[in-house]
């Protein structure tokens, strides 16, 4: 600040140059009048501008669209969804990283919406304190630290915890990804859903929780009885059901211009993977509007439940 006062305080006497009667001063009259006539004479002369230089519309940095819904039938939404994208354009500045989860709560019309929201927030509170602050402070891992996969498994433990201590009646799914680089860290608990989708193909990464999908694993159902199924979205295991938790883990390499989906149920459950990926492919360059289609396509088909997708696309 004190640049600042010295800059704008008045002049005092030790700051002003006196002049002596021997100085000598340039006389008004002596001064040069320019007229334009001497304009004309001499034209003024200015400095070429550089050619600009072409402009790349390809972007460098993670893009995401993201949207939920309370769908056609409930009073309510449920579902909770996060996403936070750390880019920065700073001298030796880290990859861009970013961190996405969709939960989907159950157990009644306020505990549900307690339990995703407590289970996002614990989520993203480890996940930012282990992972997204050291990355961007660029501190070097060590050996002994826990790895991303690790990380987030403990994070999903935290928020079971949390929910079972705050929400005794709630529960949730959670389905998250943390990306840095050309990876993706899945962690993932219930029946919301993460897709990839690569070159037009979508593959679904994560494995449902629920009754209905392990009696098609055991061979006790087919698809189009697990359809109609009366227990269908009754889940084996979620978040804030029981003292113990187990968590699935996959990674997966995400390359130039992939897409990263994750939906809670009431957005596959509806419309399917086939039509999820006709939308995805037909809105390859707006990630909000592919977003936004799939959650209008589910209320077109009826709206049953809460909707949610957030969509992550990787630069080229």
Same mark, same amino acid.
């Given at each position: 600040?004190?640049?600042? @006062?010295?800059?704008?305080?008045?002049?005092?006497?030790? /700051?002003?140059? &006196?002049?002596?009667?021997?100085?000598?001063?340039?006389? !008004? $009259? /002596?001064?040069?009048?320019?007229?334009?006539?001497?304009?004309?004479?001499?034209?003024? =002369?200015?400095?070429?501008? +550089?050619?600009? =230089?072409?402009?790349?519309?390809?972007?460098?940095?993670? @893009?995401?669209?993201?949207?939920?819904?309370?769908?056609?039938?409930?009073?309510?939404?449920? #579902?909770?969804? %996060?996403?936070?994208?750390?880019?920065?354009?700073?001298?030796?500045?880290? +990859?861009?990283?970013?961190?996405?989860?969709?939960?989907?709560?159950?157990?009644?019309? *306020?505990?549900?919406?307690?339990?995703?929201?407590?289970?996002?927030?614990? %989520?993203?509170?480890?996940?930012? $304190?282990?992972?997204?602050?050291? *990355?961007? #402070?660029?501190?070097?891992?060590?050996?002994?630290?826990?790895?991303?996969? $690790? !990380?987030?498994?403990?994070?999903?433990?935290?928020?079971?915890?949390?929910?079972?201590?705050? &929400?005794?009646?709630?529960?949730?799914?959670?389905?998250?990804?943390?990306?840095?680089?050309?990876?993706?860290?899945?962690?993932?608990?219930?029946?919301?859903?993460?897709?990839?989708?690569?070159?037009?193909?979508?593959? %679904?990464?994560?494995?449902?929780?629920?009754?209905? @999908? @392990?009696?098609?694993?055991?061979?006790?159902?087919?698809?189009? $009885?697990?359809?109609?199924? +009366?227990?269908?979205?009754?889940?084996?295991?979620?978040?804030?059901?029981?003292?113990? %938790?187990?968590?699935?883990?996959?990674?997966?390499?995400?390359? +130039?211009?992939?897409?990263?989906?994750?939906?809670?149920?009431?957005?596959?459950?509806?419309?399917?993977?086939?039509?999820?990926?006709?939308?995805?492919?037909?809105?390859? #360059?707006?990630?909000?509007?592919?977003?936004?289609?799939?959650?209008?396509?589910?209320?077109?088909?009826?709206?049953?439940?809460?909707?949610?997708?957030?969509?992550? *696309?990787?630069?080229?």
């Amino acid at each position: 600040m004190n640049w600042f @006062r010295r800059l704008f305080k008045p002049p005092t006497a030790d /700051d002003v140059e &006196v002049f002596s009667a021997a100085d000598t001063l340039p006389r !008004i $009259e /002596d001064t040069p009048v320019i007229t334009d006539e001497t304009q004309k004479a001499v034209p003024l =002369k200015t400095r070429p501008l +550089p050619p600009p =230089k072409p402009f790349s519309s390809k972007s460098r940095n993670i @893009r995401f669209g993201q949207v939920s819904d309370v769908g056609q039938l409930r009073s309510n939404n449920q #579902d909770s969804s %996060l996403a936070v994208l750390i880019s920065s354009e700073v001298t030796n500045s880290p +990859p861009p990283i970013g961190f996405f989860v969709v939960a989907d709560g159950m157990g009644g019309h *306020h505990d549900g919406e307690l339990a995703s929201t407590i289970t996002v927030q614990a %989520l993203v509170r480890e996940v930012v $304190e282990q992972v997204l602050l050291p *990355h961007v #402070d660029g501190t070097q891992r060590t050996a002994d630290q826990k790895t991303i996969p $690790e !990380i987030l498994s403990d994070s999903m433990l935290a928020a079971n915890q949390a929910v079972q201590d705050q &929400v005794p009646n709630g529960g949730t799914t959670a389905t998250c990804a943390l990306i840095r680089g050309d990876l993706a860290y899945i962690a993932h608990v219930g029946d919301s859903r993460a897709y990839l989708i690569s070159e037009g193909n979508l593959e %679904l990464i994560t494995r449902d929780h629920s009754l209905v @999908r @392990r009696l098609l694993e055991l061979g006790q159902l087919t698809p189009e $009885e697990a359809e109609v199924h +009366p227990q269908r979205n009754v889940l084996y295991r979620a978040i804030g059901q029981g003292e113990t %938790l187990e968590v699935d883990a996959a990674t997966r390499r995400m390359p +130039p211009t992939s897409r990263l989906l994750l939906c809670s149920d009431g957005l596959w459950g509806v419309i399917g993977d086939e039509k999820i990926a006709e939308i995805l492919n037909e809105y390859v #360059d707006d990630d909000q509007e592919a977003c936004n289609k799939l959650v209008a396509t589910a209320n077109e088909l009826g709206g049953p439940d809460n909707i949610t997708a957030v969509l992550v *696309h990787m630069p080229e």
